[in-house]
């Protein structure tokens, strides 16, 4: 059998030469990313370049840059998998204008400049607003769940830090008992070691109580916040991730609890470009929604007037900022779903039971009647309980938000349940000895308006397109690195700090060049 030869001899010299140019397809996108870089001011790299007569001139900050966003959109996360690219791959060796770059300068570029790094995004999404492609006047924003470096089952409370400190520091009494023992620790320790170290075995259980001292205190402290939100630490202890502290125990997407990050982006409406990004380490992401409307509008110098985001989101807090006082039309869905369109809570007389043949039909949340089967009357100040009984004000109270936001909350109960023919079907459990309680914010009315403006047509239409901008870039982002955790979501998304009030500037750029 004959097969096909050689295309080209490996030795045979070309009397045409070949320019890396005539190598890349006109429409390739590193020649667009070349382009837009091109129009960037470089003076805030060039600040901090050192200026010697001696050796060869510094590499021009635009090309390590360069080279190092379309390492993000090619995958290629170290510095020496960028080395290898920039010797074998010609996309690079153009991108670098056939500079081979050696890893030690690629590290200290990208460490040295991680802030200058990070405006670049910004700025590019400036150059395409400025050029009349993108208006920034709608942002749609979306959270999801990714796995810190940790695993579930090393974690520490309090009660087990402070039992390893009480097992470490009787490991140290004893130890300290055998050396007093001795005639002269001069003898104990005359292994070599200096006088003024402590021997090993020693400082290594110093070294270990010190850490647990630090965790012990973390704890503490976390245990303190989730007393002041409702939860009892004593029943529900704050537990910390060893391997990646900063991380916290969250529900997963895929379901069950594990050490996790929630990254929150925000994109805008005309070709879905990242133009915001954080991440936090709890599952209250839409305490942070107003910050980032508020970031981009700073950032970008514009107004954006329609905001877009998922169910979690619609709370009284974001629709009384968005909407009530800045007048954005805020397109987000109440949890619950539309109103109720027959709800048999809804009576002329509210002081008389509901009807036997509609006790079926009242709304429910887990089991039993939600308060939404429960009627208020302004006048009084007070709910109807389906029995017809009154829920009268009992306590008020200010509940701070992840994202510092103040809510005053009221607080009805009923003065007894007892021989209520409703009360298994009203309460979990029936034997409780305080009466049903039903909790009203400060934002009820403006959160039941909400409700009903996004049960129109209209609403569900114009909210439709968050599906296809919004939730896309993540999409993207974790078919990249299906399986993986945190620290591949960083590199690849570009956050570097788990800081609510700091969020990158160069989120995204595999997902920005796929754009």
Not at 319 to 337: C, Q, T, V, Y
Not at 367 to 377: K, L, N, P, R
Not at 397 to 406: A, I, M, N, S
Request: net charge negative; proline share 5%; aromatic share 6%.
């Amino acid at each position: 059998m004959k097969f096909a030869e050689a295309a080209i001899d490996r030795d045979q010299i070309n009397l045409i030469p070949t320019t890396l140019s005539d190598l890349i397809p006109e429409h390739h996108p590193i020649r667009l990313l070349d382009e837009l870089l091109g129009r960037l001011d470089w003076s805030g790299f060039q600040e901090d370049y050192r200026v010697e007569k001696r050796g060869r001139p510094p590499l021009p900050p635009r090309i390590l840059a360069t080279v190092w966003v379309y390492a993000h959109f090619r995958r290629v996360r170290s510095s020496r998998q960028l080395e290898y690219q920039l010797s074998t791959n010609i996309e690079f060796m153009w991108l670098a204008h056939g500079h081979r770059i050696d890893h030690s300068t690629l590290a200290g570029f990208r460490k040295h400049q991680e802030k200058a790094l990070k405006e670049i995004h910004r700025d590019l999404i400036q150059l395409v607003k400025d050029l009349g492609v993108i208006k920034i006047a709608e942002l749609y924003v979306d959270g999801t769940r990714i796995g810190a470096d940790s695993s579930r089952s090393r974690t520490m409370t309090a009660e087990k830090a402070t039992k390893l400190l009480g097992f470490i520091q009787s490991e140290i009494d004893n130890y300290m008992q055998q050396v007093a023992a001795a005639d002269q620790i001069d003898e104990l320790c005359d292994d070599g070691t200096s006088g003024e170290q402590l021997p090993e075995h020693l400082d290594t259980l110093h070294k270990r109580k010190e850490e647990l001292e630090a965790i012990l205190q973390k704890c503490h402290e976390m245990d303190e916040i989730r007393r002041k939100q409702g939860i009892d630490p004593k029943k529900n202890p704050f537990q910390l991730p060893l391997n990646d502290q900063d991380s916290r125990i969250l529900p997963s997407k895929e379901g069950g609890y594990r050490p996790n990050y929630t990254p929150i982006i925000g994109v805008e409406g005309d070709l879905g470009l990242i133009v915001s990004a954080t991440i936090i380490n709890s599952v209250n992401e839409q305490d942070y929604l107003v910050g980032m409307v508020d970031e981009v509008e700073q950032n970008f110098g514009v107004t954006v007037d329609i905001v877009g985001a998922d169910a979690a989101y619609s709370t009284g807090t974001n629709i009384s900022e968005l909407e009530a006082e800045r007048g954005k039309d805020f397109l987000s869905p109440h949890r619950n779903g539309d109103p109720v369109e027959e709800n048999p809570a809804i009576r002329d007389e509210p002081s008389q039971p509901v009807a036997d043949a509609d006790l079926d039909h009242l709304p429910t949340d887990r089991g039993v009647f939600s308060s939404e089967a429960f009627v208020y009357e302004e006048e009084n100040d007070r709910y109807y309980c389906p029995q017809g009984r009154t829920l009268d004000l009992a306590y008020t109270e200010t509940r701070t938000q992840g994202g510092g936001q103040q809510v005053k909350r009221t607080i009805y109960q009923s003065p007894d349940c007892g021989g209520c023919p409703l009360v298994t079907r009203c309460r979990g459990d029936k034997n409780h000895k305080n009466g049903r309680r039903v909790t009203r914010d400060e934002h009820e009315k403006l959160r039941a308006a909400h409700r009903e403006k996004m049960s129109s047509e209209d609403a569900k239409q114009r909210y439709g397109k968050r599906f296809s901008i919004g939730e896309r870039p993540f999409a993207q982002i974790k078919r990249g690195f299906r399986g993986a955790s945190i620290s591949d979501a960083r590199s690849e998304v570009g956050f570097q700090r788990i800081h609510a009030d700091d969020p990158c500037s160069q989120p995204a750029p595999h997902h920005e060049l796929l754009r």
